[in-house]
């Protein structure tokens, strides 16, 4: 069970990372991994775009990219952990896209509607999706 102050350091976690995209000014960083794109952080349009195939490349699942110190394994907390990172990066107007080719598969922040918990997902990839996670 957690108690107030570990969900204050699951909030603090999450601010770490939207504060550390915000402190991008302009400019843009691609990040290759065995020499294919796997990341693209555009700080002008406040947009980080991921690559599913450079995330399975590099070894790596959603629940890496949003994990906190106090996260348990598992769909739900990883969907729990999800929407308070989407609502930290959506406070600073960031928004994160996970896509395999051209097809969106997961967005988080700004851009997502908030009845969705600044979350959306591509529900015709729910396979793909879950091999992410």
Known sequence: ?????????????HNVLARLLSSFESGTITVSVNNFPFMKV???SKKVAIEMRGF??????????IETVNADKGVIQTIKQATGLAQSLQREGWGV??????DPLIAI???VSPLFGFV????????????LI
């Open 1 to 13: 069970m957690k108690t107030p102050k570990d969900t204050e350091l699951d909030q603090e976690d």
């Open 42 to 44: 555009d700080s002008d």
């Open 56 to 65: 399975q490349e590099s070894g790596l699942h959603f629940a890496d990219l």
């Open 97 to 102: 896209r996970i896509f395999e080719g051209k």
């Open 109 to 111: 922040g700004s851009g």
């Open 120 to 131: 959306w997902f591509n529900p015709l990839m729910l396979p793909k999706i879950s091999k």
